[in-house]
């Protein structure tokens, strides 16, 4: 049975949030020793996972970080670390996912939206509207 042109099934979505909830938790505790992750807030929004549960994309967001990407390399390099310190959080899993770490940009397309929805031209085409209406 084939995924493509579809969205992830109910089983990806579920599996890629019990991921995502562990591995924040994890980062929250501090079990990886590494000067940059234990001083770096890091909010995991969300993990996606690969049709056969195999690969896990876990998308982060360094809070306050002068550098992002030196915080992806080095999540990206304690990932088979991260791997094994997840099993027991994840032993209903038949196997454990590859993590794989990404910057999630989202935050940054909401800013610029919300920027975009807030500039002068926009609110002055909203602006006729209201008076239209009055």
Known sequence: MS??????SQRM???GEQVRHALAEMLQRG???DDLIET????????RMSPDLKIANA???PLGAKDDDAVIAAL????RFIRG???PAL??????PEFRFRLDTSYDNFQKINDLLHSPEVARDLGHDDEDKE
Request: without cysteine; charged residues 25%; hydrophobic residues 40%.
């Open 3 to 8: 995924n493509a042109g579809k969205g992830p």
């Open 13 to 15: 979505l579920r599996v």
């Open 31 to 33: 079990e990886i020793r």
């Open 40 to 47: 770096t807030v890091i909010s995991v929004s969300e993990v």
């Open 59 to 61: 998308y982060v967001a």
């Open 76 to 79: 990206n390099r304690h990932a």
């Open 85 to 87: 310190r997840m099993s």
């Open 91 to 96: 032993r209903q899993m038949k196997y454990m």
